[in-house]
């Protein structure tokens, strides 16, 4: 099956990843494989919403800095919001304090070919001056007492994590 998708470039396989997901197979007569284990339904088990569609949850206004240009979620569930693309066109335009949880799995900066929107071969100082601008941005967002998950290579995760200790907010 993984030779289906071995001539996708990663940002295509996310896209497609995304866009199949809203329903994730939680029913075992689809046909095909069952599922290793029989799911439990959960209260929060609710399929994503589209653009477009009602939110019941969290209100796009009430997230929004006070003059921040509209955005729109490209998912949306009760309990939170899915936003696609650069996340510095979206972090900028956030309230201060309001996040619970960040986890960031950035580029890892070797060279790859992710499609035309990333850029996985700066030099070095860029990408550090990269992970800084939206980490900076992260940080920002976090509620106190919030958690902040950064998956890189040590290389970087060593000088990424010198700048965040250097932050007064950390």
């Known amino acids: 099956m993984a030779k289906i998708y071995e001539n996708m470039s990663n940002d295509d396989l996310i896209d497609l990843l995304i866009k199949n997901a809203a329903f994730c197979g ?61 996340c510095l066109r979206y972090l900028t335009s956030f309230n201060t304090g309001f996040v619970d ?37 992260c940080v920002r967002i976090l509620a106190p007492c919030g958690a902040l998950f950064v998956y890189n290579l040590p290389k970087w995760s060593i000088r990424l994590g010198t700048y965040l200790m250097e932050l007064s907010e950390m």
């Not at 890892?108 to 900076?136: M, P």
Request: net charge negative; glycine share 10%; hydrophobic share 35%.
């Open 101 to 137: 949880t960040v986890f960031a799995d950035p580029p890892f900066n070797l060279g790859k070919i992710y499609g035309s929107r990333t850029d996985d071969a700066r030099a070095d100082a860029e990408y550090v001056q990269w992970c800084c601008s939206w980490l900076k941005e």
């Open 26 to 86: 939680h029913a075992a007569d689809q046909g095909g494989e069952s599922p290793l284990a029989v799911p439990v339904p959960l209260e929060h088990d609710i399929p994503m919403g589209r653009r477009g569609e009602s939110r019941h949850g969290i209100s796009i206004a009430s997230i929004l800095r006070p003059g921040s240009a509209p955005i729109e979620p490209y998912c949306t569930t009760e309990s939170g919001l899915l936003f696609e693309g650069d």
